[in-house]
């Protein structure tokens, strides 16, 4: 497979896992992890970002992400729910895509259950790089001591999800691209 071949086939495999994690958030998330307390209001207790916190209390780091850029742009921060909200999903979406771009530039996998297995694995390892590293050293959500382990549980659960769907819908596109029906 060419690697444009694999970037396309990870692109529309990244849409699928964009999804795939929307399910989990929406059908799985509430069973690890009822719904807890409001966040605490004030600076984040266990920031490992060196240039200090940029999201403000409750807000996820995609939306942090999407307001920051946008402020950026506009020289003033979003003023609706709705706004908020859809650049939160621009983000996640954007993120996801990229995500599954850079997979299937790098990885064919050779069959279902390995794409299956490369993908989940891909997954996990972006929740433990990004969601666990950068996304906090950035000051975009607190760091890996805030919270509890369901909630770490949940979000490593998401991105397996994602992964998951990322690299059986790769494998099956790349399939179904090459002829090999």
Known sequence: MTTLRGVLTGLVGGAAGTLAMGQYW??????????????????????IAPLGQVHQPGESSTAALG????????????RSDRLKNDLSEGVHWGMGLL?????GAVAAPPSALGGLGL???????????MDEGVVPLLGLQDGPGAGNARGHLNRLGAHVFYGA????????????LSGDQ
Do not use: C, M, N
């Not at 993908?119 to 790089?129: C, E, H, I, R, T």
């Not at 494998?171 to 179904?176: D, F, H, K, M, S």
């Open 165 to 176: 769907a990322l690299g059986l819908s790769a494998w099956a596109l790349g399939r179904a």
């Open 119 to 129: 993908g989940a694995a891909f997954g996990a390892g972006l929740w433990a790089l």
């Open 67 to 78: 307001r920051l850029g946008y402020e950026a742009l506009k020289g003033k921060p979003p």
């Open 99 to 103: 995500s599954g771009a850079a997979f």
């Open 26 to 47: 929406t059908k799985i998330a509430p069973l690890v992890q009822p719904q807890s307390a409001p966040p605490e209001k004030g600076p984040d207790k266990h920031s």
